[in-house]
């Protein structure tokens, strides 16, 4: 069984995979994966974007859900109003990423955010790359009824979110309707 509450990490971006903190949107009863600003340092944490132990506050979790807002009605249908939120979050200024040799390798290595304000400038960045480059025509929405997330798709095949859980519990119910006795 999945947790409803549990972060989803198969968007593509993570622009995306931040809006996927609520879940279930179109039921009667969407689900707040980040309610807390402890829930917003641990998403933040696992999301790879600041490092182990950070905090949040409850100034940061408003910003983080207002962005988020922002974002998924920008995804849906522009409106300027989310325009100027999302732009002022991008506005500020992050430590740049580096390069790094590693076996002979160049690597890009994104160090860590110094905290969540500066996490929530990549993500905002993150969304005006996606909503503005080649991504944009790739964006598709959950196939399932009771799921509304958004995801990258580059093949044009992907129906759902997650073939694990939205995909697996709708072909399940489907299986179940047409083998229900009359």
């Known amino acids: 069984m999945i947790d409803r509450t549990d972060f989803r990490w198969d968007a593509g971006r993570p622009s995306l995979d931040l809006i996927a903190t609520v879940g279930y949107r179109p039921t009667a009863a969407p689900v707040e994966r980040i309610p807390t600003p402890e829930r917003l340092a641990r998403w933040l944490e696992d999301a790879g974007l600041t490092a182990a132990g950070g905090t949040a506050t409850a100034a940061d979790l408003e910003r983080f859900q207002t962005v988020r807002e922002a974002l998924y009605r920008l995804v849906r249908d522009a409106d300027t109003a989310d325009v100027a939120v999302v732009n002022d979050a991008a506005a500020v200024q992050v430590r740049p990423p580096q390069l790094r040799a590693t076996g002979g390798r160049l690597e890009r290595s994104a160090p860590p955010a110094d905290g969540p304000r500066d996490a929530l400038a990549l ?3 993150d969304g005006i790359e996606l909503l503005t480059g080649p991504d944009a025509a790739h964006i598709g929405v959950c196939a399932a009824e009771d799921c509304e997330l958004f ?3 580059r093949t044009g095949r992907r129906r759902f979110c ?3 859980s939205c995909g697996t519990r709708t072909r399940v119910a489907a299986h179940r309707a047409r083998h229900r006795p009359t």
Do not use: E, P
Request: avoid cysteine.
């Open 162 to 164: 997650s073939a694990a």
């Open 151 to 153: 995801f990258v798709d």
């Open 123 to 125: 993500i905002a960045r």
